[in-house]
């Protein structure tokens, strides 16, 4: 049985597979037969699985009841927040779970309790979980314009809910084990972006992970699809899902232009080019044949609500990540260090050592000629001997790792170098516990595989900067305003981004917009 959704025709009743086992008593029973056994026995259990979403109508394998669903998501959730801060001021979680409420309220499965969180990350994310839990960043939120926007983002969500996306993942996953079980091989499902942020190492939670990840791009077009067709039931105009696209894409475009390595957001439409084609047509789709009124367009409540929202790091934002992580602010790099080992530090360089265990020395070398990463290992290192050399692609930032003997101690070194801007770090292990070489290269190698560019407001100077929504004059102008800014870095492209205006426009008089104080 191929690891895909069943087309209708396919999706037999379990007495069909039951037919076949009795079939089987007339064959010889040989080997042949109690495999053909086996693999009817696991048809038995597949088929017997087939049921139709409860969103499009079309049937899938499933294998768990929807009870089993919300027992997942309950104890999923429970991971989500031991490992991630919530945002608790009590008018915007109320009026986020108000909006949250109307869109399910008109989606495929409203019986859900579904149950909308907000999450105290500066990055621009959304995920749900099964059986109704709804999360979004306090990152994303301070993006969006209007409450369409918003109401866009959450039926994304709830389109994922609704279809059962998670579920058949897992279900796809398990099918996947059995065959390798039967048939002897394995088949990997790979999803996501390709670009994995803070947020997806930090949350507890493997369905969350998942979520923050992102589904395909056959799934995010179907959720995207379902959102357009709940916000327009719900009053809100269905446009407002490529209005979010854009926004996201801009905030992709102005993270390329300064190659910082800041996170994109996860599947939560990062699968769809700017002009893509079948979502412009699926939500031109849906505008057409929906009868129901665009209602929902009056923004002050959420104007209200936003005013007042925290942009960047917080205070509360800071404690999500219990590991050993350092930030080194005046070179803009972070990565975390093996649990309990002591970091001392230098203008450009930072040690983490552990007592008979190993060190980690990383030091920042300008750039002077552009050569690949393993050329500069063996021509400004002298390193000629590398072992289990490897190239390294993390975060949007290259380099290169390698075991080496150290000329000094004669021991085994992890070695390795990444370029971040103009400079190229310099990673040296030292493994001292020649008992265990193995283990302390593995952790040295994973710290290596956290180095990334601190993400533009992640770390918290101690003064919470916040918006506040104005009515723009005949003369505004994004370049004159942002002079006056609190933003530290590229505070006008950060003004425009969170307007909708990048990275060219000027909103007109008296239009709301949104500065930092």
Request: with cysteine; net charge negative; aromatic share 8%.
């Amino acid at each position: 049985m191929q690891n895909q959704e069943l087309q209708p025709k396919h999706c037999k009743q379990p007495g069909d597979a039951m037919k076949t086992l009795l079939d089987l008593h007339s064959v010889r029973f040989n080997a042949r037969a109690i495999a053909l056994a086996m693999i009817a026995g696991s048809a038995l259990l597949f088929l017997s699985s087939c049921s139709v979403n409860p969103a499009t109508g079309a049937p899938n394998i499933v294998l768990m009841t929807e009870n089993r669903e919300k027992e997942i998501g309950k104890e999923e959730h429970e991971k989500v927040a031991a490992s991630q801060a919530f945002y608790e001021e009590e008018a915007l979680v109320a009026y986020v779970r108000e909006v949250g409420a109307r869109v399910a309220a008109v989606s495929d499965r409203p019986n859900l309790e579904y149950q909308f969180f907000i999450i105290d990350s500066p990055d621009i994310n959304a995920f749900a979980l099964p059986g109704g839990y709804v999360y979004v960043n306090r990152g994303l939120l301070t993006f969006m314009n209007t409450e369409a926007q918003l109401a866009a983002v959450i039926a994304h969500e709830i389109g994922h809910i609704t279809a059962r996306h998670a579920v058949q993942q897992q279900a796809r996953g398990a099918l996947a084990k059995t065959a390798a079980t039967v048939g002897g091989f394995v088949t990997a499902v790979a999803t996501g972006s390709g670009y994995v942020g803070s947020q997806i190492s930090q949350v507890a939670s493997i369905w969350a992970q998942t979520g923050l990840s992102g589904f395909g791009r056959e799934h995010e077009l179907e959720a995207d699809s379902l959102g357009a067709e709940y916000i327009a039931k719900a009053g809100y105009d269905p446009i407002a899902v490529i209005d979010v696209v854009t926004v996201l894409k801009n905030q992709e475009d102005f993270n390329r232009k300064i190659s910082s390595g800041n996170q994109s957001y996860h599947g939560l439409f990062a699968t769809h080019p700017r002009n893509d084609t079948r979502l412009q047509e699926a939500i031109a789709s849906v505008a057409n044949l929906s009868d129901n009124e665009i209602t929902m367009t009056d923004n002050t409540a959420f104007r209200e609500k936003i005013d007042g929202l925290i942009i960047g790091a917080s205070q509360g934002s800071q404690t999500q990540d219990n590991r050993n992580r350092y930030y080194q602010t005046l070179l803009g790099y972070t990565l975390v260090f093996p649990d309990g080992w002591a970091v001392t530090e230098t203008t450009t360089t930072v040690t983490a050592s552990n007592e008979g265990i190993g060190t980690m020395r990383i030091e920042a070398q300008r750039l002077q000629a552009n050569i690949e990463p393993r050329v500069f290992i063996r021509d400004n290192l002298g390193i000629t001997n590398l072992q289990k050399s490897e190239a390294l692609e993390q975060y949007r930032l290259v380099g290169h790792t390698g075991l080496a003997p150290s000329a000094e101690t004669g021991r085994m070194e992890r070695i390795a170098v990444i370029y971040l801007g103009p400079r190229a770090f310099v990673f040296r292990g030292d493994i001292q516990n020649s008992s265990a070489t193995d283990e302390v290269d593995a952790s040295l190698l994973e710290t290596v595989r956290t180095f990334r560019a601190i993400q533009n407001g992640e770390t918290f100077s101690g003064n919470e900067l916040k918006i506040k929504f104005v009515q723009a004059s005949e003369f505004f102008d994004f370049a004159v305003v942002s002079q006056q800014s609190k933003l530290a870095n590229y505070p006008e492209d950060t003004l425009r981004l969170l307007n909708g205006y990048y990275p060219i426009g000027t909103p007109k008089a008296g239009e709301w917009v949104k500065l930092i104080e």
